[in-house]
Structures are given as C-alpha cells and as structure tokens.
C-alpha cells in the first residue's frame, strides 16, 4: 500500500513533469530541495533554541480576542 502511495507523489510526478518537459534540469531541482532544507533547519534551530513557554500562556491566542 505504502508502495502505491508513493507512486502516486505529486512532488515526484511533479519533478517527473518539468523534467520531461525540459522546464527545469535535476541541478535545478536539486538547488529548490537544498533551498527548501534550509529554510526546514533555520527553523528547525530557531524552535529549538527558543525557549519554552510559561505554563500561564498556554490558553493565549487560540481564540480571536472578541470585537468590541
């Protein structure tokens, strides 16, 4: 089933498409993927290193504040 699913990858057939095409070659591809990995790590450190919130903020900003 896994194996199904993974045929189905709009991110493969995608790359597939324009590849095929000849809109954009694999060292383009490869230059958005190493883009993309590097944007997940700046915020992948950011949350990291940030630090925990205090437990009396738990319940902020998940309603909107009532319009007056």
Do not use: C, G, M, N
């Not at 896994?2 to 597939?16: E, G, S």
């Not at 700046?42 to 319009?67: C, G, H, I, M, Q």
Request: proline content about 7%; hydrophobic content about 50%; cysteine-free.
């Amino acid at each position: 089933e896994v194996a199904a699913w993974k045929a189905r990858d709009p991110l493969v057939l995608y790359a597939q498409q324009v590849l095929a095409a000849k809109q954009l070659t694999q060292a383009d591809l490869d230059s958005i993927a190493a883009d993309i990995e590097a944007v997940i790590k700046d915020a992948l450190d950011f949350a990291e290193s940030s630090p925990w919130p205090v437990p009396e903020d738990v319940a902020t900003k998940l309603f909107r504040d009532p319009v007056a």
